[in-house]
């Protein structure tokens, strides 16, 4: 398949990341309107709640598009995805006839506000890509028990924070937490000093389970992806983590990607697992490709500077899918929602340009980075720009996910200082 070609000029061209093939949905709001469901071609957004009050997006199961998220389109389930899919694109395609009534339903990105595209309903991130945790387990153990007994039999993953969930473009602020170095007794109760970002993909689930699924079911429940940075404090997470593992270190925020690129628009980048070093059980085997050839950038630009890049490395690099997160989240019984985000893992690959966190890129502050404006970082300073790009190349053009970005505001006065 190569590029579909839309009377919206602007999505025409290789290299723009929203074509028609494309069609990210996400929300969003002008001026003091109120936020709405909009679908991305080109330079422009669809807004959806005018198309459907104008009968250009009418279905029998509707109206979708009276409130500002999308989980009642994921409700809706497959079937109707693949419905709406088809619907937008034969509105969008070069030559439509209802493009003058659609022409007024367009509303221009640059004037447009961004929210969160989904109602997060629970929040699961995993510890699933393999460079990143021999990278880990080899800073802080001997490298040949770098890996957990358990990490090539199950996707390691945490209960998160939906609360700590942001959108794009908002601010994060410096956490405070208890801290401890080695050579101090006692620990102290200060602002982070190693707080880090994760370049990661979201994963979120559109249809709900109540029981134990297959790889190929829980790959079926998964409505579309976002870039997602789990930001982390190293050094309260090195405290608290034993031994149940992170809890306020990664609960400051998780910043999303405000376009959720849909698993149609990925079909043509499916890639496979890597090989595997010991066979997985029955219910968590390979069953085709269900990773994706998306590259994912980071760059960093310290304030009023311009960016540096940090690293480029791919979501194939992953060891576990997404649909193995899902089905392995199920065994127990542990019903899923609509709207319930995994998040992958850190991805980085196998060589130094490929880590996916600053942890790794300055090897636990011991190797610092020179960023292009002379500056040094072993972790992210105050005013810091983080931001994650990916984007998956076809033949002709171009998916793209937008970009996810968040600035390092300072920790606010001691909380409990009297």
């Known amino acids: 398949m190569g590029l579909m070609k839309s009377w919206v000029a602007s999505a025409n061209t290789v290299d723009h990341p929203f074509p028609l093939n494309n069609l990210p949905y996400g929300v969003f709001s002008v001026g003091g309107d109120d936020p709405r469901c909009g679908v991305a071609i080109g330079d422009m957004i669809l807004d959806?709640?005018?198309?459907?009050?104008?009968?250009?997006?009418?279905?029998?199961?509707?109206?979708?598009?009276?409130?500002?998220?999308?989980?009642?389109?994921?409700?809706?389930?497959?079937?109707?995805?693949?419905?709406?899919r088809a619907r937008l694109q034969e509105l969008l395609a070069e030559g439509a006839a209802a493009r003058s009534e659609l022409e007024t339903c367009l509303v221009a990105q640059v004037d447009a506000e961004m929210h969160l595209p989904f109602l997060v309903a629970e929040y699961t991130d995993f510890y699933a890509g393999r460079h990143h945790a021999f990278n880990v387990g080899s800073m802080f153990r001997d490298p040949a028990n770098a890996l957990p007994p358990n990490w090539l039999h199950i996707p390691i993953g945490y209960n998160g924070r939906a609360s700590s969930v942001v959108v794009s473009g908002t601010p994060v602020r410096r956490p405070w937490g208890q801290l401890k170095s080695p050579d101090h007794a006692q620990p102290a109760f200060l602002p982070s000093r190693r707080f880090d970002f994760e370049l990661e993909m979201g994963a979120i689930v559109g249809t709900p389970s109540d029981r134990p699924v297959t790889v190929d079911e829980a790959d079926a429940m998964i409505f579309g992806y976002v870039l997602l940075n789990d930001w982390s404090?190293?050094?309260?997470?090195?405290?608290?983590?034993?031994?149940?593992?992170?809890?306020?270190?990664?609960?400051?925020?998780?910043?999303?990607?405000?376009?959720?690129?849909?698993?149609?628009?990925?079909?043509?980048?499916?890639?496979?697992?890597?090989?595997?070093?010991?066979?997985?059980?029955?219910?968590?085997?390979?069953?085709?490709?269900?990773?994706?050839?998306?590259?994912?950038?980071?760059?960093?630009?310290?304030?009023?500077?311009?960016?540096?890049?940090?690293?480029?490395?791919?979501?194939?690099?992953?060891y576990y899918s997404a649909a193995q997160q899902l089905a392995h989240h199920t065994t127990s019984g542990c019903p899923m929602?609509?709207?319930?985000?995994?998040?992958?893992?850190?991805?980085?690959?196998?060589t130094k340009p490929e880590r996916g966190s600053l942890l790794e890129l300055s090897w636990?502050?011991?190797?610092?980075?020179?960023?292009?404006?002379?500056?040094?970082?072993?972790?992210?300073?105050?005013?810091?720009?983080?931001?994650?790009?990916?984007?998956?190349?076809?033949?002709?053009?171009?998916?793209?996910?937008?970009?996810?970005?968040?600035?390092?505001?300072?920790a606010l006065p001691d909380p409990y200082a009297r």
């Open 48 to 84: 959806c709640l005018a198309a459907e009050e104008a009968g250009l997006l009418e279905f029998d199961e509707g109206p979708f598009f009276d409130v500002p998220f999308w989980n009642e389109v994921m409700e809706a389930g497959p079937r109707f995805w693949a419905e709406l």
């Open 364 to 410: 636990g502050g011991k190797d610092p980075i020179t960023l292009d404006t002379g500056e040094v970082r072993s972790f992210l300073e105050d005013g810091d720009t983080l931001t994650l790009s990916g984007h998956a190349k076809g033949d002709g053009f171009t998916i793209g996910f937008g970009t996810c970005s968040g600035k390092i505001l300072p």
């Open 233 to 318: 404090a190293r050094d309260i997470q090195a405290w608290e983590y034993q031994p149940l593992g992170p809890f306020q270190a990664k609960a400051t925020a998780t910043s999303l990607s405000p376009w959720i690129v849909t698993q149609a628009a990925l079909a043509p980048f499916r890639a496979s697992c890597p090989p595997r070093d010991v066979e997985l059980l029955p219910h968590l085997r390979d069953t085709g490709p269900m990773l994706y050839d998306i590259t994912l950038t980071a760059s960093i630009a310290p304030e009023g500077k311009p960016p540096t890049k940090l690293s480029q490395t791919n979501y194939r690099e992953m």
């Open 337 to 350: 929602n609509p709207g319930d985000l995994l998040g992958s893992g850190t991805i980085s690959g196998p």
